[in-house]
């Protein structure tokens, strides 16, 4: 899948309430101010020091926020244009693989050397793009009434919310 991408930089109106920690990648920070641009520096006290906030859209305009940062590095080597071991957030557990994505498709992957994903089992991804297509297709039928449509609609959002937020183990 394709995405396209905006920053803090580009749309300060991006923000990262609701995201939650979803993974892990290595990447030198020389690489992601490279894509993304300069991060955020010390907008958390001492938790943070660097960030980036990125709202990916795929090609058929769901967006995904995406946060990349580092955790609790107290001695502020985040600052330096090696350091690599990046916490990753997102508001749905694809967040990393998006990331990843986007990394490769702006030719600049070729030192990233490892992500640390969870592991969702094959029919989750199903059901979800079911659930996705569902909604595609809902959204072009003309003929119901709103009120069909709207209970339709909420009836698949809430299977692809419990999707999207269901825990599974991680993979190294």
């Given at each position: 899948?394709?995405?396209?991408?905006?920053?803090?930089?580009?749309?300060?109106?991006?923000?990262?309430?609701?995201?939650?920690?979803?993974?892990?990648?290595?990447?030198p920070?020389?690489?992601?101010?490279?894509?993304?641009?300069?991060?955020?520096?010390?907008a958390?006290?001492?938790?943070?020091?660097?960030?980036?906030?990125?709202?990916?859209?795929?090609?058929?305009?769901?967006?995904?926020?995406?946060?990349?940062?580092?955790?609790?590095?107290?001695?502020?080597?985040?600052?330096?244009?090696?350091?690599n071991?990046?916490?990753?957030?997102?508001?749905n557990?694809?967040?990393?693989?998006?990331?990843?994505?986007?990394?490769?498709?702006?030719?600049?992957?070729?030192?990233?050397?490892?992500?640390?994903?969870?592991?969702?089992?094959?029919?989750d991804?199903?059901?979800?793009?079911?659930?996705?297509?569902?909604?595609?297709?809902?959204?072009?039928?003309?003929?119901?009434t709103?009120?069909?449509?709207?209970?339709?609609?909420?009836?698949?959002?809430?299977?692809?919310?419990?999707?999207?937020?269901?825990?599974?183990?991680?993979?190294?």
């Amino acid at each position: 899948m394709s995405y396209t991408f905006d920053t803090h930089n580009t749309d300060n109106a991006i923000d990262a309430i609701g995201t939650c920690f979803t993974g892990y990648i290595t990447v030198p920070r020389s690489k992601l101010v490279s894509i993304f641009g300069q991060p955020i520096v010390d907008a958390y006290e001492d938790k943070i020091c660097c960030e980036w906030i990125i709202k990916a859209t795929d090609e058929y305009g769901v967006s995904d926020i995406i946060t990349i940062y580092d955790w609790k590095n107290y001695d502020k080597s985040a600052m330096a244009d090696d350091y690599n071991n990046w916490n990753v957030g997102g508001n749905n557990k694809l967040a990393p693989s998006i990331l990843l994505e986007i990394i490769e498709a702006m030719q600049e992957c070729e030192q990233v050397t490892k992500i640390k994903n969870v592991i969702v089992p094959q029919f989750d991804l199903d059901a979800l793009e079911s659930a996705r297509l569902e909604l595609v297709d809902i959204m072009k039928v003309e003929q119901k009434t709103n009120v069909v449509k709207y209970c339709n609609l909420m009836n698949i959002s809430q299977k692809m919310w419990q999707l999207t937020h269901r825990k599974y183990p991680e993979s190294s």
